[in-house]
Structures are given as C-alpha cells and as structure tokens.
C-alpha cells in the first residue's frame, strides 16, 4: 500500500458512487487526481443507515487499490471491527469516541493492527475527548453534517471548530491530520481549508455530478477543488 501523501489531500467518500461498479468508481477519482479513498461504514444502530464492511474493503484491495483507505466508522461497538478492517486493508480506522466505551483502548487496538487511527467528532460534540489521546491519534475528523447520509448541507459552525482543532494539534507538535466530513464542495472548499482543515471528503460533489454527466467530470472537480485550497493557501501568505 502506499504511504500517505504531504499536504492537502482531497478524499472522495465512495458513500455516493456507484456501488454496482465500485472498483471503476474507485479506479476513476484516483485516476483524476483524489489522494485517498473514504470509506463509510454504517451500521444502522450508531447511524440511521448501513452501508459496506470489511469485505468491500478488502474486495476494493483485491481489484487493485493501493491509495490509501480511510475508514470512518459510525458503528457502535467498534472493537470487534477493527482487526477485521485492517485484515482488508484499511490504512487509517477511525471512529466516533461516544461509540466506544474505553476510547483510548480502541485507539491502541487501531494501532497495534497497524493502521492509523483517528477520532471523529460529530457537529454537536466538544472536542475534549481529545485531551489525554493526542498522542495516539493520527487523525481528527470534524462532521460538518450529523453522519448518516451524503448530500447534507454543511453546518457553518464547523469553520469555528476547525480553527479550535488546528490549535490544538499546532500547540501539540504531533503530526495529525485534520479531516473534515459533510457538505464540502467547490463554493466552500476554500474557507474550510483557510479555518485549517488539510483532509477534504466530498461524495456528492465529487460522485453526483460525474453520475448526471459522465465520469471525466472527476477531473474537473477535483482540479476545481485543488485550486480553490492552492488560492487558500496563498493567500494565508
Ligand atoms: C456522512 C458521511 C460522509 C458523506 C459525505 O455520514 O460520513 O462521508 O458521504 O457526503 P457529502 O460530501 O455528500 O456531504
Ligand atoms: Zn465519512
């Protein structure tokens, strides 16, 4: 599998492709230029929805994915799963800290199957479950949606939240990236890059128009996204 990359990765959730040709979906976004691939998993108990488990994950591997696989859980309980994930190739774990009774064994158990782990907080939770882990964590993901479903509008208030995480992490010295998950698409990238997110999902921005329109438009929304950071980031000079 390959490392991860430096700098701002765009990571299209996979939630809003088309599952009947998963591996040509997957195959075409890294081909136009996405960094990493996101893979929601949900388990109608944590999440009012269900979706994919270890076996597309580890079929995804099989078809000859080597990008990174960034999984987001929102299942509940999340140690019996782990290991299953990192058996099929997941690159990061992540998981939403109010689904786990003992968070910080959950984060070693991610650990110790190899992966890289993170915690995902959801748009009404305080990030202070943050506070004794940050050294084991490789990852914070803010939900800009409440999870469960692609083609939500992002919550304004994730902008304030970012700029809180991207302290932290700063103040702290360790190396975490800092994901954000829900409604991101070419009009915001660029505010949501300046409050200090580097790891942009986006399923419906990427997935749905490509589907109304045809599989090349990948590349232009990904550009698209790409420049708006590029201009973001200029101008934080
Ligand atoms: C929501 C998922 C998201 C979702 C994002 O629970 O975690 O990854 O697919 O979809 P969009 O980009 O359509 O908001
Ligand atoms: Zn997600």
């Known amino acids: 599998m390959s ?6 990765l765009i990571a299209p959730s996979i939630l809003s492709a088309d599952f009947a040709r998963l591996g040509e979906e997957v195959d075409n976004v890294l081909a136009s230029g996405a960094d990493i691939v996101h893979f929601d998993v949900m388990d109608n108990h944590y999440v009012p929805n269900l979706t994919i ?3 597309v994950c580890e079929a995804l591997r099989k078809h000859g994915v080597t ?3 960034d999984v987001h ?7 019996r799963i782990i290991p299953d994930f990192a058996a099929a190739g997941a690159s990061y774990i992540t998981f939403h800290p109010e689904a786990s009774k003992h968070v910080d064994r959950s984060l070693q158990l991610i650990k110790q199957s190899g992966c890289k ?8 939770t305080p990030l202070d479950a943050l506070e004794y882990v940050m050294d084991k964590i490789d990852m914070i993901l803010l939900m800009s949606v409440n999870p469960g479903f692609g083609g939500q509008s992002f919550i304004p208030s994730t902008l304030q939240k970012l700029k809180q995480a991207r302290t932290l992490i700063d103040d702290s010295g360790f190396d975490i990236r800092l994901e954000v998950d829900g409604g991101v698409k070419i009009e915001n990238i ?3 890059a ?9 399923g419906s921005a990427v997935f749905g128009c490509a589907r109304q329109c045809d599989a090349n438009q990948y590349d232009s929304i990904i550009s698209e996204m790409r420049q708006q950071i590029t201009q973001a980031r200029s101008s934080e000079c």
């Open 67 to 69: 990008a990174p696989i």
């Open 53 to 55: 488990g270890p076996l």
């Open 3 to 8: 490392d991860i990359p430096a700098g701002d």
């Open 117 to 124: 782990a993170g915690l995902v907080f959801n748009p009404a």
């Open 194 to 202: 300046a409050a200090g997110a580097d790891t942009f999902v986006a």
């Open 190 to 192: 660029a505010e949501i």
């Open 73 to 79: 859980l929102m299942v509940e309980p999340v140690d």
